[in-house]
């Protein structure tokens, strides 16, 4: 059964930092990794998408890399900013017609002006 | 346009009422989900549709039962509600195979 854990559960950085997400999988064999963005008491922004054949993705300030061998994904977030404030989620398929994504229990990042 | 959209985005339900929750999407995707999220935040897969068709079940009490009219919608009717139930419910969807996945707001449940 997979399990998914996010590293660190809460952290609160300075604004202007660079910080790193971490997410590891008990399983190792996972197709698709996804994060998201989840603001308080709002639905979940899908940020980035690494999918089977790709091992990083960039989006603006943000890039996520994937270590197939050891189930272990990042993100990576540059020069933080207070509005990146939320909690961040990671989740994956095992591909095999399953699509359905497991997902971690979040790190809730605090960027303070 | 909102690509996931969900109704109601809150619902408070007596125990014992039996409620529904609407879903649909506009990306042409062909894969819908519903997930729930706990009090502690945690998300998990509860129903999957491809095509109209079940293709997961979660090990969901039979009480919850999901109905895909076409693959655009996906509504959850839940029976007897119970206090057990209070939860915020997603919608999502995604195309087969190539795996980014769009998530509605989420309606809140609080079941009393």
């Known amino acids: 059964k997979q399990e998914v854990t996010q590293i660190p559960a809460a952290l609160s950085v300075p604004e202007g930092e660079n910080l790193v997400l971490n997410c590891s999988f008990t399983?190792?064999?996972?197709?698709?990794l996804q994060w998201f963005r989840q603001d308080p008491g709002k639905g979940l922004t899908s940020l980035l998408l690494i999918q089977s054949s790709q091992r990083e993705q960039t989006s603006g300030r943000l890039n996520a890399s994937l270590d197939k061998s050891s189930g272990r994904s990042t993100l990576y977030i540059a020069a933080s900013q207070p509005g990146d404030s939320a909690t961040y989620l990671c989740?994956?398929?095992?591909?095999?017609?399953?699509?359905?994504?497991?997902f971690g229990k979040g790190t809730k990042l605090t960027v303070n002006p | 346009d909102t690509a996931v959209s969900q109704t109601p985005k809150y619902l408070v339900t007596q125990m014992g009422n039996d409620k529904s929750i609407k879903c649909e999407q506009n990306l042409g995707h062909d894969t819908m989900y519903w997930y729930k999220q706990d009090s502690k935040k945690f998300l998990k897969i509860m129903f999957s549709?491809?095509?109209?068709?079940?293709?997961i079940n979660e090990t969901v009490p039979n009480r919850f039962s999901p109905k895909s009219p076409d693959k655009a919608h996906l509504n959850l009717h839940i029976n007897s509600l119970e206090l057990g139930d209070s939860a915020v419910y997603f919608c999502a969807s995604s195309q087969q195979g190539a795996g980014e996945a769009f998530f509605g707001q989420g309606t809140r449940l609080t079941v009393v």
């Open positions: 549709y491809n095509n109209k068709e079940l293709i």
């Open positions: 989740a994956g398929t095992q591909g095999g017609g399953s699509e359905k994504l497991v």
């Open positions: 399983d190792s064999a996972i197709y698709n």
